[in-house]
């Protein structure tokens, strides 16, 4: 056995000393340290895990009161029986305990076949389609989730060249181990990586872009997610295009990393993320009917599917749900199982599960995600035209930084604002609906649907989330 296999790591979730919702008629966002005095981890809960994690013959690396969680690390053996089971003096003080078995997640994000280069986009004519409000992210951060890959600076400077655009500020951040590792997945992960990087940085290029590598891991994702809603400063978007199934997740890794989101929303952070690319089985082939993709399926994120668009000089020609058929993909959607149905989304007209019961329905919004009608990318020194979900929660997160900017109120939580004025035979007032195509089981229609969810973005997108955001901060105020 190696030193490495001799040694493991885990990340250990600690109860809130308060209800959640003891915060959510603050006025304005939180603050890291606000968060942590009014609903993070008691200094006494955190004492009782590092003692005894002392005891067992582990190591505490990091504590963080405020996101409630503890990193340990020493005797493999011991790290694995703690994750499989807390340890009985502790079952009243964890909520979870999340180790290091990849991989967690996969990346949302697919390159077009070759005839596909006739018809694609750079960000900034999906800008200009969809009518996004001038502005450039000027005094944003936008935090981007990846779970392996890596970009070289050569390829930044060179792709927002092309653009007519001054490279944005991008850092890259290692949590758990991981860093940025460039030139060995261009495929895959890098392809990921520079996707996200440059539709984001494209949509808000003077918003710094701060990139967030972790391990594929349960634990490397929470960590992630926690670094990234917990820096100073606290971004104004989060994107995130991993993911898979909500069914494949344990119960407590789904529960920590929704209550790491939850902790976002409170510190005024939107959090975006791909819905998936594999339809509404995602990628099932047991044939036990529709799943959602996790964490596109949290109630505290803004999850994001995808459609096929034609536009031509800056208008719309056709705009439909993004399904290839089974050739190259199609959008995710559908009804989660674990979720219930949010407040915000009780006018929406959510279907019925197969199995009864109602719950979250993903995604909520939309934008060009088809390969076939793909994004202009650089990665690893190739021009690629890619599509997937994964181009989507980016696009989004640089859409949430412009408004941020003009308005200079953060979002948070955008569904309250997009959702407002929808019912069940009303389509929203602020995106475009789509209402041609299917993702498989669903169907798009004149109202929210669990294919494009509310549409696509709008001119009247913007003033929507900034109404929102500022109403939202004057009833905290109140």
Not at 96 to 123: D, K, M, N
């Amino acid at each position: 056995m190696t030193p490495d296999e001799q040694t493991a790591s885990a990340t250990i979730v600690v109860r809130r000393r308060a209800p959640l919702s003891q915060v959510e008629g603050s006025a304005g966002p939180l603050t890291s340290d606000q968060l942590g005095d009014r609903v993070g981890a008691h200094p006494d809960d955190v004492a009782a895990v590092r003692e005894a994690a002392l005891g067992a013959g582990l190591r505490v690396v990091a504590e963080h009161a405020s996101s409630r969680r503890v990193r340990v690390e020493g005797p493999a053996d011991t790290v694995r029986a703690w994750v499989a089971q807390t340890p009985a003096s502790l079952r009243d003080v964890v909520t979870a305990i999340l180790g290091s078995e990849p991989p967690q997640a996969f990346p949302r994000s697919l390159v077009a076949l070759p005839h596909a280069l006739a018809v694609s986009y750079t960000p900034l004519q999906l800008a200009q389609v969809y009518g996004m409000p001038q502005a450039d992210g000027s005094g944003q951060t936008i935090a981007i989730i990846e779970l392996g890959g890596g970009f070289d600076q050569s390829d930044l400077d060179s792709y927002f060249s092309g653009l007519g655009l001054a490279t944005p500020h991008v850092t890259s951040v290692g949590v758990d181990g991981g860093k940025n590792q460039p030139g060995q997945d261009p495929a895959g992960a890098d392809l990921e990586v520079l996707l996200d990087i440059e539709v984001a940085g494209a949509i808000a290029p003077k918003a710094d872009v701060v990139v967030y590598f972790a391990p594929n891991t349960d634990a490397g994702f929470l960590d992630a997610v926690s670094a990234a809603a917990h820096a100073d400063p606290a971004p104004t978007a989060m994107s995130i295009s991993w993911g898979q199934s909500e069914d494949e997740w344990t119960a407590q890794a789904r529960t920590a990393l929704d209550n790491a989101f939850a902790d976002a929303v409170a510190m005024g952070v939107t959090v975006t993320a791909a819905a998936g690319d594999n339809g509404s089985s995602d990628k099932d082939t047991s044939g036990s009917g529709a799943h959602t993709d996790f964490p596109a399926s949290s109630p505290h994120v803004l999850g994001c599917g995808g459609t096929s668009l034609h536009a031509a000089d800056g208008r719309v020609a056709s705009e439909t749900v993004w399904d290839d058929g089974g050739r190259g993909g199609a959008t995710g959607g559908g009804v989660s199982d674990t979720f219930p149905l949010p407040s915000w989304q009780q006018d929406a007209g959510v279907p019925q599960r197969a199995g009864g019961g109602t719950g979250r329905g993903v995604p909520d919004v939309a934008a060009d995600a088809d390969p076939q009608t793909g994004y202009q990318v650089l990665v690893d020194g190739t021009q690629q035209v890619v599509g997937g979900t994964s181009a989507v929660a980016p696009l989004w997160a640089g859409l949430i930084a412009r408004i941020v900017q003009l308005s200079g109120t953060r979002v948070g939580l955008a569904q309250t604002g997009l959702y407002a004025g929808v019912a069940p035979t009303t389509a929203s007032p602020h995106l475009r609906d789509i209402t041609q195509g299917s993702n498989g089981a669903y169907a798009a229609g004149p109202e929210w649907d669990p294919c494009t969810g509310l549409g696509v973005p709008d001119p009247d997108t913007a003033p929507a989330l900034s109404t929102g955001a500022v109403a939202r901060a004057r009833r905290r105020s109140s």
